[in-house]
């Protein structure tokens, strides 16, 4: 097993431009979460997913973002008509669920987003 | 609503003395709590967890944590540092099942020759 997986690292766009940003969970993790990070801060949680289910999103999460999980499998997170102010880090984890506990995140690499 | 408050931005330790990284949560229910690191330009590391039993957690890299209910504090420790340990320290909380976590906004932690 590879871990989480996420392409690509790095990207940068034009203002305006849309973005889609692909995260490869670990093989069987039903749960799967997207997060971004902007330099000097912590991560912020941006939406999760329990297999294909979109079960919460955070209020950062505008209707210029929108994220899928179709097969239960990998996720994207796309943003639309990007603003200088996304650009970031996009952390993507993913979990199992287990016994009722709290399940553990496995984090990805992160996709850098840069906008000009 | 939760939130994680890390009281130093910075840090900066000379090699081979203890360290220690302080964490306060606010919660209303029941929390799970844990530090990650993060090298530059990579994704995050799970150094330790508090999930129940005893509140003296080890970890991984020789750091250790204690949980301290009654003074909301997960503070982290390292009895003598390494150069390598120079990174970014992340605490977080979590409650309910969800996975969902809260970060703090970070201690960036320079170990110096």
């Known amino acids: 097993d590879t871990g989480v997986s996420q392409n690509p690292r790095h990207k940068i766009t034009k203002r305006g431009q849309n973005v889609t940003f692909r995260c490869d969970p670990i093989s069987e993790h039903n749960r799967l979460y997207w997060y971004r990070q902007t330099l000097g801060q912590g991560p912020e949680f941006l939406t999760y997913f329990q297999n294909e289910a979109q079960l919460e999103k955070s209020r950062l999460l505008s209707d210029r973002f929108s994220a899928e999980r179709p097969k239960g499998s990998f996720s994207t997170l796309e943003i639309q008509r990007t603003e200088q102010g996304d650009s970031a880090m996009y952390l993507c984890a993913s979990s199992v669920t287990s016994g009722g506990g709290f399940p553990e995140a496995f984090f990805g690499q992160g996709t850098r987003l840069t906008v000009v | 609503a939760q939130s994680v408050t890390q009281l130093d931005s910075q840090v900066p330790v000379f090699e081979e003395a203890p360290v220690e990284l302080r964490c306060n949560y606010s919660s209303s229910v029941s929390v799970y709590l844990f530090w990650y690191v993060q090298y530059p330009n990579q994704g995050l590391q799970l150094l330790l967890k508090?999930?129940?039993?005893?509140?003296l957690v080890k970890g991984i890299n020789g750091f250790e944590a204690e949980f301290n209910k009654s003074q909301t504090s997960f503070h982290l420790r390292k009895p003598s540092v390494h150069i390598s340990d120079t990174a970014e320290y992340f605490c977080?909380?979590?409650?309910?099942?969800?996975?969902?976590?809260?970060f703090g906004q970070g201690t960036t932690l320079q170990v110096k020759p």
């Open positions: 977080a909380v979590g409650s309910g099942n969800t996975g969902k976590l809260i």
């Open positions: 508090y999930l129940s039993g005893s509140t």
